[in-house]
């Protein structure tokens, strides 16, 4: 699957669950909205009414008990205007009652009013009926049957307001544990699959970079892993091929180098042996100009033998051909030897030489002319790239296991971008092309073939400082 997929997929679940989660919450609201609102559209105005009604009972009842004994048509009125507006309430609960229940207990209640205001609806036809009326109790059994029957009503509207109450708080409680489940579990679901993505991709990337980095120190050996079939997956094959091809142009580029390097050592010696016979007049005398010329050939040969030298060397420690005759090397007598060979070459640059001094018992296990060759490197460059009136330091340290060469000068210093590159084969920074480009790239080689390392440490227009570290070789 293209990792363009995975993550469209984990992104989709993720949104997918979400969806669900606010369909359900929106759902349970929208219940939740409508008991609430006929909770307060109907129940609470039903029980207000049925109160009212409860209340205006006994009103109507002391109304016909004062016109009976007063005899007063203003009560009548009164009576006759309450159960008008008693008659209206009844009509209108009856359009704000939800269940079964109370619509029955509604008809009921309705019933015995009617009943009740039929008994005592003839208040105003005569003192004789009126007055059976008032004195008989069935008006007043109906009004009681009448009361006990909004009584049961109220009850039944109260245990209907519980009971939606009740609903509404299991429908929030259920909204709420699904919110609270949904949601962790959703963000735990895109954590766990933005994780897993992450990681595949991490470590794939993180491969590709330490292969980048081995390809760039030319130390690339080992394919990368593939994992997958996606974009990292080809992207890790098409390095792979690269890498490949990579290498084998650099096999090829050394066994060109060294056979052109081979071909041209047999030539180049006869031109300088042949210079050194005309610059000796073996032949005979030379005029001044001649001398000059013979002069201009043996220095350009010597050059070009070097090259070709350093391009043999090179290639013989990159492919492991080099012998080296390890011995216990003391460290002061190999940086006496050093600063002496250079040292010729720094006074007529006027430059100065300074140490610290031998190190007492410091020894290496190595090759002492490889070493050597070594730190005349480091000290000819430092001299070559250090203007006149300058100072060229070499320094000693030596530890528990290891000891530290430090070569440090006050020249014109290696960009900042320039100093990956410094040991890199045939290549010279910007305006420092008097060398081949081999130099550092052979000290490279030496001091890990001797298990050290070595650094370039550099500010630019101050000067450099290299340290080669090697093992301390063990007391004898």
């Known amino acids: ?37 006929s909770l ?22 002391r109304l016909e008990t004062r016109y009976a004994i007063l005899h007063d048509a203003g009560y009548e009125s009164l009576w006759k205007a309450r159960a008008a507006r008693v008659s209206q309430d009844f009509d209108r609960l009856r ?49 009681t049957r009448s009361e006990r029957a909004l009584d049961r009503l109220q009850d039944a509207t109260r245990a209907s307001l519980e009971h939606s109450e009740q609903r509404a708080r299991r429908l929030e409680r259920r909204t709420w544990h699904a919110v609270m489940i949904a949601l962790p579990a ?73 056979h052109i ?5 047999t030539p180049l010696t006869s031109v300088r042996e042949a210079a050194t016979l005309l610059r000796d007049e073996v032949p005979g005398v030379l005029a001044p100009k001649q001398a000059r010329l013979v002069e201009i050939i043996a220095a350009s040969t010597d050059r070009v033998l070097r090259l070709v030298n350093e391009i043999l060397e090179l290639s013989r420690l990159r492919a492991g051909l ?40 410091a020894r290496v296990l190595g090759d002492e002319e490889r070493l050597l060759q070594v730190l005349v490197n480091l000290l000819g460059n430092a001299i070559k790239f250090t203007p006149p009136g300058g100072a060229v330091r070499l320094g000693v340290t030596a530890g528990t296991d290891r000891v530290e060469v430090a070569v440090e000068d006050t020249g014109v210093g290696i960009p900042p971008e320039a100093l990956p590159r410094v040991f890199e084969r045939y290549w010279q920074a910007r305006g420092t092309r008097a060398g081949t480009g081999l130099g550092l790239a052979i000290v490279k080689s030496i001091v890990e073939m001797h298990g050290g390392r070595v650094q370039a440490h550099s500010s630019e227009g101050k000067g450099s400082r290299f340290v080669v570290q090697l093992p301390r070789a063990e007391a004898a």
């Open 1 to 37: 699957m293209r990792l363009a997929s995975r993550i469209f997929l984990a992104i989709s679940v993720v949104i997918l669950v979400l969806v669900v989660v606010a369909g359900w919450s929106l759902l349970a609201m929208n219940q939740i909205v409508a008991l609430n609102r």
């Open 95 to 143: 359009g704000l009652l939800l269940t079964r229940q109370e619509t029955k207990l509604h008809l009921k209640a309705v019933a015995e009013f009617a009943m009740y205001q039929s008994l005592v609806g003839s208040l105003g036809s005569g003192v004789d009926r009126r007055t059976a009326a008032v004195s008989g109790l069935e008006p007043r059994l109906a009004a």
């Open 322 to 361: 080099l012998a080296i005759d390890r011995r216990n090397v003391d460290i002061g007598n190999l940086v006496h030897r050093a600063l002496e060979q250079v040292r010729p070459q720094a006074e007529a640059r006027g430059l100065r030489m300074e140490s610290n001094g031998a190190i007492d018992g």
């Open 40 to 61: 307060v559209t109907q129940t609470a105005p039903a029980l207000r009414l049925e109160a009212a009604l409860r209340e205006s009972m006994p009103a109507l009842v």
């Open 261 to 265: 390097s081979h071909e041209l050592r």
């Open 186 to 258: 959703s963000v735990v679901l895109a954590l766990l699959g933005a994780g897993v993505i992450a990681v595949r991709m991490t470590r794939s990337l993180r491969r590709l970079s330490v292969a980048t980095t081995q390809v760039v120190e030319g130390s690339f050996v080992a394919p990368v892993g593939v994992e997958g079939r996606d974009e990292i997956g080809r992207l890790a094959q098409a390095f792979n091929r690269m890498g490949e091809r990579l290498r084998e142009a650099d096999r090829m580029k050394e066994e060109f180098f060294s």
